[in-house]
């Protein structure tokens, strides 16, 4: 199996990599990673042979006690990347190992991915004595009130639950040291993001944080920015198809013209199956409202449709039912619709990573592909970073007058590498009081 490659790495990891450059040496093994014994065995166990880049990139500075943010989706290895690291960390400084007050809290959008995560502790710390609970919605609260109980080093919890059992009493975050927030883009867009506040609320500002997300919608951005302190940031690009096979055009227009465009390109046979990318939910309804007055089936996905609503609208696309399956960005995650024959934004998404997901919905398992981008006077900036990202420009096919490049260069502040809890404790207190 091939990992996507990080895009950007900054600071210590940046230089960690010049450094490699220089010493000509790659991280090939766990153990070039720092991860104690116990570890290394259950990664033995589990024929783990290589990290992938997104473990190569942030368990060093997990071990090191910086706070992260990770910008990776699912299947680039990234529960390993901070689940080791905290693993590492926990029995390094087991003082307060099985206390009432959880040492760590994971929290995560959906069941599915609390259980996984947890899956993930006990399969990595099988050779460790790290307790680990639960505590999810749609289940009994008793087993996980009665777990709680009994003490715990690490908490994977959906928000909404969590929040409950901390109102009944049965949680405490006050001595909490690591926190972890994994698929934040998910919450938002399942309306947790004012939870997972009020949770963090009750964590000491003291501790280690990490937040991933495969895209970076602004709150989620704001939250990262309230939340983190002088993060590292790792980031993997999406690369489920490869972008170079696709054939990727822009159109030029005003945001006026978008509707007429869209019905003209519709009225060629070839858009066979045509996947339509707006930003927000309103602006797919929108779209499918137009397109049906004009006579083209077509039908939204996004997360105010029911779930039974959203399965029905992909069988009818997947069966050829619907022409246009109209989808905002995080509805659109997963979707594995072969024969897609294009792909239209009629909205460029501000993120320019959703643009690579969006666009690899069409070219799949080896077909050619075509991509057409609508850019307004409002969205030339986002074409830029979009252009940027994928390193290439898009052919246009419409006229319009572009504007200057505008750069977005951040700069951080890093610092060398270090070990030991006690090191790592007092690192965070430098930066803290900084
Ligand atoms: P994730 O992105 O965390 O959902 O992981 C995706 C899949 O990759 C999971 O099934 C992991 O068990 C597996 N995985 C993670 N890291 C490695 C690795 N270094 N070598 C082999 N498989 C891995």
């Not at 153990?31 to 783990?48: N, T, V």
């Not at 004595?129 to 505590?135: D, G, P, Q």
């Not at 009225?267 to 004009?294: C, I, Q, S, Y």
Request: glycine share 8%.
């Amino acid at each position: 199996m091939t990992w996507p490659e990080p895009v950007a790495c900054h600071t210590a990891c940046a230089r960690l990599g010049v450094l490699r450059k220089i010493i000509k040496v790659t991280i090939s093994s766990f153990a070039e990673l720092g991860i104690s014994e116990p570890l290394l065995r259950a990664l033995e166990d589990a024929d783990y042979k290589t990290p992938t880049p997104i473990q190569t990139r942030a368990i060093p500075l997990l071990l090191d006690g910086l706070d992260l943010l990770g910008i990776a989706q699912t299947g680039t290895g990234k529960t390993a990347a901070f689940t080791l690291p905290l693993l590492h960390n926990l029995e390094e400084d087991n003082e307060r190992a099985g206390q009432r007050c959880a040492r760590a809290l994971i929290l995560a959008p959906t069941r599915e991915l609390v259980i996984q995560i947890a899956d993930s502790i006990k399969t990595y710390g099988r050779h460790m004595r790290i307790r680990s609970a639960v505590v999810m919605g749609g289940v009994g609260q008793r087993p996980q009130v009665d777990a709680l109980r009994r003490g715990v080093d690490i908490l994977v919890a959906t928000p909404g639950r969590l929040l409950d059992l901390i109102q009944q009493g049965h949680v405490d975050l006050g001595q909490t040291e690591y926190l972890i927030l994994d698929e934040a883009d998910r919450m938002l867009d399942m309306g947790f993001i004012r939870d997972v506040r009020r949770i963090i609320e009750k964590l000491p500002d003291e501790r280690q944080t990490l937040l991933f997300s495969a895209t970076m919608p602004s709150e989620v951005a704001k939250l990262s920015r309230d939340i983190l302190y002088q993060p590292e940031r790792v980031e993997i690009a999406a690369k489920s198809v490869a972008v170079e096979s696709i054939d990727q055009r822009v159109h030029h227009l005003d945001a006026k013209a978008k509707r007429a465009a869209l019905a003209e390109l519709l009225a060629e046979p070839d858009f066979d199956r045509v996947m339509v990318f707006t930003r927000t939910k309103h602006g797919a309804n929108k779209v499918v409202k137009h397109l049906e007055r004009d006579g083209v089936s077509a039908e939204a996905i996004h997360s105010n449709k029911s779930q039974g609503a959203r399965q029905r609208a992909l069988d009818n696309f997947r069966e050829g039912r619907t022409r246009v399956l109209v989808a905002t960005d995080i509805a659109s995650r997963g979707i594995d619709i072969d024969d897609v024959t294009h792909v239209i934004n009629y909205e460029l998404p501000n993120v320019p990573e959703s643009y690579v997901h969006r666009i690899g919905r069409t070219a799949r398992a080896g077909a050619a592909g075509i991509a057409i981008s609508f850019c307004d006077a409002s969205e030339r900036s986002h074409l830029r970073s979009i252009e940027r990202l994928i390193k290439r420009s898009l052919i246009v096919i419409g006229e319009g007058p572009s504007g200057p490049d505008q750069s977005s260069a951040e700069t951080r502040n890093g610092a060398g590498r270090r070990s030991g809890a006690g090191r790592r404790r007092r690192r965070r207190s430098q930066r803290r009081a900084a």
